[in-house]
């Protein structure tokens, strides 16, 4: 006689585990390139456009917005020149579904969840963190003598007030500028790595602070 399995119900359906997203080899290459520092982020858009005409199933690994982007060009319905300033803009924020987990992950090692809406905000987090790890290692090349920490926060004190107003305005919440300063100079930063991971989470506690008051 058959039986039908039985369903637990014990177990919410958003906790169901999804099948988990890989990324293209070609593509996880032009990522450990830029992080190397091989070449730029400039440089990587083109490349994947010129990469995609021969291995197309690298778009797979893409976001959609990106994907049809750069099917745009090669379709040759998009004007290159407002492909390069739409795909510039698109690839700024991009982050693959895999760096999204592992901010995720983070988070949740301390004790912080997001739902699926939130999650969405990590990209745009990323990106500015990002844009100030950039700006201050242009300053901390031609000082290394300094530490890494000491130099790091002599440099974001003086942002502090634009760097507030630039996370109100992408995340919607009013961010509290004595907060934030008080959250990043409390951290200890060795290198530039740990400068974007560390201000990128408290970026989304903030959010999540002004959000849930």
Same mark, same amino acid.
Request: a negative charge; proline letters at 7%; hydrophobic letters at 35%.
């Given at each position: 006689m058959?039986?039908?399995?039985?369903?637990?119900?014990?177990?919410? #359906?958003?906790?169901?585990?999804?099948?988990?997203?890989?990324?293209?080899?070609l593509?996880?290459?032009l990522?450990q390139r830029?992080?190397s520092?091989?070449?730029s982020?400039?440089?990587?858009? #083109?490349?994947l456009?010129a990469?995609a $005409?021969?291995?197309?199933e690298?778009?797979?690994?893409?976001?959609?917005? /990106?994907?049809?982007?750069?099917l745009?060009?090669?379709?040759?319905?998009t004007?290159?020149a407002?492909f390069?300033?739409?795909l510039?803009?698109?690839?700024s924020?991009?982050?693959?579904?895999?760096e999204?987990?592992?901010?995720q992950g $983070?988070?949740e090692?301390?004790?912080?969840? /997001?739902?699926?809406?939130?999650?969405? /905000?990590?990209?745009?987090?990323r990106?500015?963190?990002?844009?100030?790890d950039?700006?201050w290692f242009?300053?901390?090349?031609?000082e290394m003598?300094?530490?890494v920490?000491?130099?790091f926060?002599?440099?974001?004190?003086y942002?502090?007030?634009?760097?507030?107003?630039?996370?109100?305005?992408?995340?919607?919440?009013?961010?509290? $500028?004595?907060?934030?300063?008080?959250?990043? /100079?409390?951290?200890?930063y060795?290198?530039d790595?740990?400068?974007?991971?560390?201000i990128?989470i408290i970026?989304?506690?903030l959010?999540?602070?002004?959000?849930?008051?």
């Open positions: 058959w039986y039908r399995k039985a369903i637990d119900t014990s177990k919410p #359906p958003f906790e169901i585990d999804e099948p988990e997203v890989k990324m293209h080899p593509l996880a290459n990522h830029i992080e520092g091989e070449i982020e400039v440089e990587f858009f #083109p490349t456009v990469m $005409r021969d291995y197309p690298i778009l797979d690994s893409v976001s959609p917005p /990106l994907k049809q982007a750069v745009g060009i090669l379709n040759q319905s004007r290159p407002d390069l300033s739409d510039l803009e698109r690839g924020t991009y982050m693959h579904p895999i999204i987990d592992e901010v $983070r988070l090692g301390n004790g912080i969840r /997001l739902d699926a809406k939130e999650r969405e /905000l990590i990209p745009l987090f990106k500015v963190a990002n844009q100030i950039s700006d242009e300053t901390y090349e031609n003598s300094q530490p920490d000491d130099h926060k002599n440099f974001i004190v942002i502090i007030p634009n760097l507030t107003y630039e996370l109100s305005s992408i995340s919607g919440q009013k961010i509290d $500028r004595d907060e934030l300063e008080q959250m990043i /100079l409390s951290e200890t060795n290198n790595e740990e400068i974007r991971n560390k990128e970026f989304i506690k959010y999540l602070e002004a959000k849930n008051k």
